[in-house]
């Protein structure tokens, strides 16, 4: 969890004086006297010993690695492929996504189960950074270890799915969110729909810790609660984390949220350690933050509770009735194609008996935009069997790229995914659309702040004489640079391109106080900051081939704070399709 404020920096500070309680000290709850039957418990038990043995990788992991997992260290890079290995292994597609905004550049890592129906989404996360202060093992080992079991559980049970299941590890909490805020960003308005709720697990076995739910009273918060109910807990609003966590981030895009924590730098009052046990007056975690975070600052049972209601979430919300007797998978290939209007592209789906007898399936799409058809040939097959799919375009048929949702429909429903581009036409105009993009020829065809232009000997460019000198100034202002450009449609590469150079004469090697934010139409590409300052200029590339065949802004946003100044420094901008 990222720390607030510096008053509460200061609080911490005062709490991590305390020392940790001995692992007998873990708090337990009073035995409850008429706990709720709760109807999903033939939700599997999650081992707390399986979740315990991912704890103590996270721990070597960080011993071997300078005794800590912060974002961007040799530790955490260390702890993604720990738990990217052992979900590929169990068969999920997994997704490295580079937070390229973040202070520490780092991987997020998307996991999803493909079952379930593409456009129901139920997620789970959690941060799998730390602090450079130690290894980070309650903070948020113990979150990333109960959603990687859960996981691997979820993958071993196979059972049917109504919703499909997406968890997600992220970089960067602890500096502001911000690996969750850059995957949050990067969904359509379409995708972003599709996410039922997202659920958020961030120090889940504090030694003295509470019992506490992220907006508890709501429907979304309904399964955790019901199983911490069923153990006589009674939990409670973590008001502590309102703000300060990963579901922020999915908050503020109007996705409904929940999770459970335990609790961090804050107190136990003497009401919740009569109800919860523990030491009232007492931080939840006394080693928030600090090189005790090690494996013996984990409260097993808190821990156990906490990875046996996230099983009981994902078995309430998006689990049927069992593995059918009869059961098939369905997949494509390839799994992303693209057709020109007018024309017709096409893919192979195959289907495999995974349990029981051969059925047939008939075979469906969904998810094609206007203008565009999809058919199969034959409509139906027997698992075991495969069809053509047939995407064809119309003249007049939307361009972008979409996803398909390939339905097998027999005993159960199972689907998989196929991304489609569709573009303009079938020949390739290419070239280099921006204009100007050495700033040699005056201003024209860009739109900027009064200034930014400029030929001054005191930033030099990188070729030439001219570039974009944005902010620098030492002061609060905001500087402003962008050009409408037309993508060519039909070409196979798209890469917008440009140097930037960065200095600055801020002091802090923490705090992003001065950022350059890089656009095209809504879509943020990319978030630069005085963190970023290096010695003369740096290639920054992307990939736009998303906004072939359109007209969009692209647009260069500087904002600097009260005091000592951060220069963005742009020149030679290119956007290049081939």
């Not at 081992?47 to 997992?69: D, E, K, M, W």
């Not at 492929?81 to 905004?101: D, F, H, I, N, P």
């Not at 500087?558 to 290049?576: A, H």
């Amino acid at each position: 969890m990222k720390r607030r404020t510096l008053a509460l920096a200061a609080v911490t500070a005062v709490t991590l004086a305390l020392a940790a309680p001995p692992a007998s000290a873990a708090p337990t709850a009073r035995p409850a006297t008429a706990a709720p039957a709760v109807a999903a418990l033939a939700a599997p038990d999650v081992s707390v010993t399986n979740v315990q043995a991912h704890l103590a990788q996270f721990q070597s992991i960080a011993t071997s690695n300078g005794g800590n997992r912060r974002a961007g260290s040799a530790g955490y890079t260390a702890s993604v492929s720990y738990v990217k290995s052992k979900l590929q292994a169990a068969g999920y597609t997994v997704t490295e996504q580079t937070c390229t905004s973040c202070t520490y550049q780092g991987n997020n890592v998307i996991a999803e189960w493909p079952q379930g129906p593409s456009d129901q989404v139920v997620m789970f996360g959690s941060h799998l950074d730390g602090v450079a202060a130690g290894p980070g093992i309650n903070d948020n080992g113990s979150g990333s270890a109960v959603l990687l079991e859960n996981a691997l559980v979820l993958a071993q049970q196979n059972p049917t799915m109504t919703k499909r299941v997406r968890f997600a590890w992220w970089n960067g909490e602890e500096q502001g969110l911000q690996g969750s805020k850059f995957y949050v960003n990067s969904l359509t308005t379409a995708q972003k729909g599709y996410i039922k709720g997202y659920y958020n697990f961030d120090m889940v076995a504090s030694t003295n810790g509470g019992y506490f739910i992220n907006r508890v009273t709501s429907d979304t918060a309904a399964p955790l609660k019901a199983y911490w109910d069923s153990l006589g807990l009674s939990p409670e609003e973590n008001t502590e984390g309102q703000g300060r966590s990963d579901d922020y981030s999915f908050q503020q895009a109007s996705i409904p949220t929940s999770g459970y924590a335990m609790g961090a730098s804050a107190r136990k009052t003497s009401a919740q350690a009569s109800k919860w046990g523990g030491t009232a007056n007492s931080a939840y975690d006394p080693c928030y933050h600090s090189s005790c975070d090690t494996t013996s600052n984990i409260n097993a049972t808190g821990l156990n509770r906490s990875a046996d209601g996230v099983a009981y979430a994902i078995w309430d919300l998006a689990v049927g009735g069992g593995t059918p007797t009869n059961d098939f998978s369905v997949a494509v290939s390839p799994t992303a194609g693209s057709v020109v209007r007018g024309a017709s592209t096409t893919a192979t789906v195959s289907t495999a008996t995974t349990s029981g007898s051969a059925q047939t399936v008939a075979l469906s799409a969904s998810g094609a935009p206007s203008g565009v058809t999809v058919s199969f040939s034959p409509s139906s097959v027997t698992s075991g069997g495969s069809a053509t799919m047939t995407v064809s375009a119309s003249s007049t048929a939307t361009l972008g790229t979409f996803t398909l949702t390939v339905t097998g429909t027999g005993s159960a429903t199972r689907t998989a995914s196929y991304s489609l581009t569709v573009t303009g036409t079938g020949s390739c105009a290419g070239g280099q659309v921006v204009g100007n993009g050495g700033f040699e020829s005056g201003t024209t065809p860009w739109t900027a702040t009064s200034g930014v232009i400029t030929n001054s000997s005191s930033q030099p460019a990188r070729t030439g004489s001219y570039k974009a000198w944005l902010n620098g100034n030492g002061s609060t202002s905001t500087d402003t640079l962008s050009q409408s450009v037309t993508v060519p449609a039909g070409c196979a590469t798209y890469t917008l391109a440009f140097y930037l150079h960065i200095d600055t004469t801020e002091r802090t090697t923490s705090v992003a106080y001065d950022k350059l934010v890089v656009q095209v139409g809504t879509t943020t590409l990319a978030t630069y900051s005085n963190l970023n300052a290096a010695s003369g200029y740096v290639l920054r590339s992307f990939d736009v081939g998303a906004y072939a065949g359109q007209t969009v802004t692209l647009k260069f946003t500087g904002t600097e704070d009260s005091s000592l100044q951060t220069s963005f420094v742009v020149d030679d901008v290119t956007l290049q399709a081939s």
